[in-house]
């Protein structure tokens, strides 16, 4: 395939190589040990890629047919302004998320998932420099009093991370947590770009395919250590089990769900030519995909305690698990993982304040409730103020002090904050309908 | 599984096909290989995740093609598409599955401006020879020469 590689003017180039000293210290280890991680795939490197010969023709919507947008002063103003929110909002998220990953990064227990995990990040960093290299590539006066220049600067000088996820970020509590956001967070950023790759505006559209390459590797710095740790438990040890690994997903299933905004909308977007897909669709392709993960996961488990068995043997084994619930040659449901209900611990969208149980059942009463979730949950997650905001805010709905609309609308959302890469990086908690970047995400709203 | 009328996709590889390329795998030469696997379609997706395919039937997937456009190999300037592992589910064979997935993978390779594509078959695989044979391919002016090291 054909790329374009560009770098930004000097300056910037040199202030994100600055950013990137500060809050990417690792960035020097990554690089040191690429060759022996890494064999055989070209270094790392802080640039700009643009693919060549995409699609000419805006691909979906009321435009569909015409040529896509080559300059934003070409675009409708208010596509345009909006456009330039999200690239500005996701240039910030970029570099700020790369904090978060950095919180439990050191508690790696290998130092390959580490470097997976890290090299994730400094891929992060390069999504940040691709949309800021957007902001450096054309012209926004047309809807911007603010240059280019300004906005990098802006974005650069902004110790993203902190005051951005304010009380509302949710914290990772240990490296299970680095492994589980990139298998389930940043697949549902691999969904966005992929619906993004055809955008009306062609820089960003371009921008897509090099970032969802790298995508997918960030899907597996987090499949790969939750197939070994499944292996692993599957042979006893007590470092990482199955049951820590079911209640990370549990925590994080629910807000990767929501990333795809209120399962009634997305219309907006198909005609106005940005995705072609609405927002109840693709996240039913995305909860499909994560049953198909958590199979495999299971079937990792099942194959590593009973080498011994065939393939079909061994899938009939882990159907009865399954189906049964009990235990066959000596593993039980316990020891597996599971797909939680797409309504369980759900704060926006259709099921939002919902009393929908792990496993779909309905709960009649708050604290009975709150009770099953946080038998579900990570302990630390429930000691968290995000988990309290909820409680509260649920308890609030059941009294009928407030409807969940309402409530849904005040809780902070795992989401995309503008429109560019929302993965993992991208995506940040912001409360009610305030954003960080300035741009929301309509889909996200109730 | 044998209804014939049953509906064939071809849709670009996933990282969620693991398992599934894993117990083909399995099926067509009898070993449990995850890891050689993970690698393989690591290596694939992170190229370019488009190029390489499967095959379900009614939902399963039931075969797989893995390839990449490249160039400057062998002194071969052009770009050049390369079908590089395939399987077909031994209990859906001779239905067209292969033959639809070589179709498709074609037709990416010829979007992505190759002239060419390639492939290299061991001579005692008779079968994969006669499968590219029936699809048009003929024997390339390379030939492949090798030596034991060990
Ligand atoms: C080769 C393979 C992919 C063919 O898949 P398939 O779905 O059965 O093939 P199709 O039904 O699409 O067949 C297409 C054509 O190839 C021919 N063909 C396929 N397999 C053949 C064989 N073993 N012998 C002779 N001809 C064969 C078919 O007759 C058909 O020709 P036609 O259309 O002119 O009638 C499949 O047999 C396979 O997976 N083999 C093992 C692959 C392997 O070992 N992989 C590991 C190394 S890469
Ligand atoms: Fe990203
Ligand atoms: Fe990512």
């Given at each position: 395939?054909?790329?374009?590689?560009?770098?930004?003017?000097?300056?910037?180039?040199?202030?994100?190589?600055?950013?990137?000293?500060?809050?990417?210290?690792?960035?020097?280890?990554?690089?040191?040990?690429?060759?022996?991680?890494?064999?055989?795939?070209?270094?790392?490197?802080?640039?700009?890629?643009?693919?060549?010969?995409?699609?000419?023709?805006?691909?979906?919507?009321?435009?569909?047919?015409?040529?896509?947008?080559?300059?934003?002063?070409?675009?409708?103003?208010?596509?345009?302004?909006?456009?330039?929110?999200?690239?500005?909002?996701?240039?910030?998220?970029?570099?700020?998320?790369?904090?978060?990953?950095?919180?439990?990064?050191?508690?790696?227990?290998?130092?390959?998932?580490?470097?997976?995990?890290?090299?994730?990040?400094?891929?992060?960093?390069?999504?940040?420099?691709?949309?800021?290299?957007?902001?450096?590539?054309?012209?926004?006066?047309?809807?911007?009093?603010?240059?280019?220049?300004?906005?990098?600067?802006?974005?650069?000088?902004?110790?993203?991370?902190?005051?951005?996820?304010?009380?509302?970020?949710?914290?990772?509590?240990?490296?299970?947590?680095?492994?589980?956001?990139?298998?389930?967070?940043?697949?549902?950023?691999?969904?966005?770009?992929?619906?993004?790759?055809?955008?009306?505006?062609?820089?960003?559209?371009?921008?897509?395919?090099?970032?969802?390459?790298?995508?997918?590797?960030?899907?597996?710095?987090?499949?790969?250590?939750?197939?070994?740790?499944?292996?692993?438990?599957?042979?006893?040890?007590?470092?990482?089990?199955?049951?820590?690994?079911?209640?990370?997903?549990?925590?994080?299933?629910?807000?990767?769900?929501?990333?795809?905004?209120?399962?009634?909308?997305?219309?907006?977007?198909?005609?106005?030519?940005?995705?072609?897909?609405?927002?109840?669709?693709?996240?039913?392709?995305?909860?499909?995909?994560?049953?198909?993960?958590?199979r495999?996961?299971n079937m990792?488990f099942v194959?590593?305690?009973l080498?011994?068995l065939?393939?079909r043997e061994a899938e009939a084994v882990l159907d009865e698990v399954v189906a049964e619930r009990k235990a066959v040659q000596g593993i039980r449901w316990?020891d597996l993982?599971?797909?939680?209900?797409?309504?369980?611990?759900?704060?926006?969208?259709?099921?939002?304040?919902?009393?929908?149980?792990?496993?779909?059942?309905?709960?009649?009463?708050?604290?009975?409730?709150?009770?099953?979730?946080?038998?579900?949950?990570?302990?630390?997650?429930?000691?968290?103020?995000?988990?309290?905001?909820?409680?509260?805010?649920?308890?609030?709905?059941?009294?009928?002090?407030?409807?969940?609309?309402?409530?849904?609308?005040?809780?902070?959302?795992?989401?995309?904050?503008?429109?560019?890469?929302?993965?993992?990086?991208?995506?940040?908690?912001?409360?009610?309908?305030?954003?960080?970047?300035?741009?929301?995400?309509?889909?996200?709203?109730? | 599984?044998?209804?014939?009328?049953?509906?064939?996709?071809?849709?670009?590889?996933?990282?969620?096909?693991?398992?599934?390329?894993?117990?083909?795998?399995?099926?067509?030469?009898?070993?449990?290989?995850?890891?050689?696997?993970?690698?393989?379609?690591?290596?694939?997706?992170?190229?370019?995740?488009?190029?390489?395919?499967?095959?379900?039937?009614?939902?399963?997937?039931?075969?797989?093609?893995?390839?990449?456009?490249?160039?400057?190999?062998?002194?071969?300037?052009?770009?050049?598409?390369?079908?590089?592992?395939?399987?077909?589910?031994?209990?859906?064979?001779?239905?067209?599955?292969?033959?639809?997935?070589?179709?498709?993978?074609?037709?990416?390779?010829?979007?992505?401006?190759?002239?060419?594509?390639?492939?290299?078959?061991?001579?005692?695989?008779?079968?994969?020879?006669?499968?590219?044979?029936?699809?048009?391919?003929?024997?390339?002016?390379?030939?492949?020469?090798?030596?034991?090291?060990?």
């Amino acid at each position: 395939m054909a790329i374009a590689k560009t770098h930004i003017p000097r300056k910037f180039h040199d202030a994100v190589l600055k950013w990137r000293d500060v809050f990417l210290p690792d960035y020097g280890f990554l690089m040191d040990n690429w060759d022996r991680h890494f064999p055989r795939e070209p270094r790392f490197e802080a640039c700009a890629y643009r693919e060549l010969g995409i699609c000419d023709e805006i691909e979906c919507g009321d435009l569909k047919g015409r040529p896509k947008f080559t300059r934003a002063a070409d675009l409708d103003p208010e596509q345009a302004g909006h456009l330039l929110g999200a690239i500005r909002a996701q240039a910030s998220t970029e570099f700020g998320s790369i904090q978060q990953h950095r919180l439990t990064l050191a508690r790696a227990q290998d130092e390959k998932d580490q470097v997976w995990i890290l090299r994730m990040m400094a891929e992060e960093l390069r999504h940040g420099y691709q949309m800021l290299h957007l902001l450096l590539d054309d012209d926004w006066s047309c809807v911007s009093d603010t240059s280019g220049e300004q906005m990098v600067e802006e974005i650069l000088s902004m110790t993203t991370g902190s005051h951005v996820l304010g009380a509302f970020n949710i914290d990772f509590d240990s490296f299970v947590d680095n492994a589980t956001f990139c298998a389930l967070i940043d697949r549902v950023g691999k969904y966005q770009l992929e619906m993004q790759r055809i955008s009306a505006y062609r820089p960003f559209a371009e921008s897509m395919p090099p970032m969802l390459r790298e995508e997918a590797f960030h899907l597996a710095a987090g499949v790969v250590p939750l197939r070994r740790w499944m292996e692993r438990a599957a042979l006893g040890s007590h470092y990482i089990t199955s049951a820590d690994i079911q209640k990370v997903i549990n925590k994080w299933l629910p807000r990767g769900l929501e990333m795809f905004g209120d399962e009634r909308g997305g219309g907006t977007n198909v005609r106005y030519g940005l995705k072609p897909m609405k927002n109840a669709e693709a996240q039913d392709l995305y909860y499909r995909e994560v049953e198909k993960l958590v199979r495999d996961l299971n079937m990792r488990f099942v194959r590593a305690r009973l080498p011994e068995l065939k393939l079909r043997e061994a899938e009939a084994v882990l159907d009865e698990v399954v189906a049964e619930r009990k235990a066959v040659q000596g593993i039980r449901w316990e020891d597996l993982v599971h797909l939680p209900h797409k309504h369980f611990f759900r704060r926006r969208g259709v099921p939002a304040f919902e009393l929908t149980g792990w496993e779909g059942e309905a709960f009649a009463d708050v604290d009975l409730y709150l009770a099953h979730l946080s038998a579900h949950l990570p302990d630390a997650y429930r000691a968290s103020s995000d988990f309290r905001d909820y409680g509260e805010k649920l308890r609030e709905v059941a009294a009928g002090e407030t409807t969940a609309a309402e409530a849904a609308r005040e809780m902070p959302a795992l989401r995309r904050v503008g429109g560019a890469c929302p993965c993992s990086k991208s995506v940040r908690w912001v409360a009610g309908n305030g954003t960080a970047g300035g741009a929301a995400e309509g889909p996200a709203a109730v | 599984m044998s209804d014939e009328t049953a509906e064939v996709r071809i849709r670009p590889l996933q990282d969620t096909d693991l398992g599934d390329i894993t117990g083909l795998d399995e099926k067509i030469a009898g070993e449990y290989r995850p890891d050689v696997w993970e690698l393989r379609l690591g290596y694939y997706m992170r190229r370019d995740p488009d190029a390489s395919l499967v095959a379900e039937l009614d939902g399963a997937v039931v075969g797989f093609m893995l390839g990449e456009v490249r160039s400057g190999e062998f002194g071969l300037e052009e770009p050049t598409g390369w079908i590089e592992v395939m399987g077909v589910d031994p209990e859906v064979r001779g239905r067209s599955i292969g033959r639809r997935l070589a179709a498709a993978m074609l037709d990416y390779f010829r979007a992505r401006g190759a002239t060419t594509v390639r492939t290299l078959v061991d001579r005692d695989m008779e079968g994969i020879a006669q499968f590219f044979t029936a699809l048009g391919f003929e024997p390339a002016g390379l030939t492949p020469f090798s030596k034991k090291l060990a």
